[in-house]
C-alpha cells in the first residue's frame, strides 16, 4: 500500500483544530498599485533563504490581496507587535477599508508600511507556486527596518490571539548560545 492511497481520516474541522495548536506569527502583507493600497492579515509569513535572502507566506488562491501582490510585483510585510489585535482584525475581514485610520510610516516602498509594527521587511515578486488551494508567495528582501524598541509580537495560537510570556524556558543549558548563532 502507497502513502498516496491512503485516505484522511479526519475532517476539515479536526484539521484546523490540529493545526491551530502551531502557534504563528500575526503579520499584515500589503502592497500598492494604481487602485490604491491594499493588504491582508497573514499567518503564514516565513523565512525561506538567507543567501538569497527570501521570506515568504501562504494566500489562499482566492485571495484579492494576492491577485494585486502579483500585478504590482512588490509587497511589504509588517510584524504586528502584541498591540494591534485590532489591525489583525480589520486586515482579515472583507468588505471595509482596513487603512482607515491606520497611521503608516513611509518607507523606500512602494507598498505600506503599518505604524508601531515590531519591523517592516520590503520584497519583490521572486515567485509564486500554487500549492493545494493556497499560493506560495516568495518574496526577494530588498529592505529591512526593526526599530530597536521594546515590543513584543502578536501570536495566534488555538485560534486565539495571544502575547507571548517574557519567560525563557529553564535548563536551556548553552544550547540557545550553541545553536541560536548558526540561524
Ligand atoms: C490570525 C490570522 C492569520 C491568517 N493567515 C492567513 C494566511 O496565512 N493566508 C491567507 O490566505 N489568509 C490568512 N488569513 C485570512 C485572511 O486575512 C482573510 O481571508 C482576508 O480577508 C483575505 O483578504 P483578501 O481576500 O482580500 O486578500 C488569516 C487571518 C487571521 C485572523
Known sequence: MTLTSLQPQFDATAFRRALGHVPTSVCVVT?????????????SFTSISLDPPLVGFFAGSGSSTLSRIRGAGTFTVS???????????????????????????????????LAEALGWIDCEVDSVVTIGDHDVVVGRVV???????????????????????ARTVPNQGNWQRDHYAEW
Do not use: I, S, Y
Request: with cysteine; aromatic share 6%.
Open 143 to 165: 529592505r529591512l527596518d526593526v526599530p530597536p524598541l521594546p515590543r513584543r509580537p502578536l501570536v495566534f495560537f488555538r485560534g486565539t490571539l495571544c502575547q507571548l510570556d
Open 79 to 113: 510584524l504586528l507587535n502584541d498591540g494591534q489585535g485590532a489591525l489583525c482584525q480589520a486586515f482579515a475581514r472583507k468588505g471595509q477599508d482596513p487603512f482607515a485610520g491606520v497611521p503608516l510610516v513611509a518607507g523606500d516602498h512602494a507598498a505600506p508600511r
Open 31 to 43: 502592497t500598492a498599485d494604481d487602485d490604491g493600497p491594499t493588504g491582508m492579515t497573514v499567518g
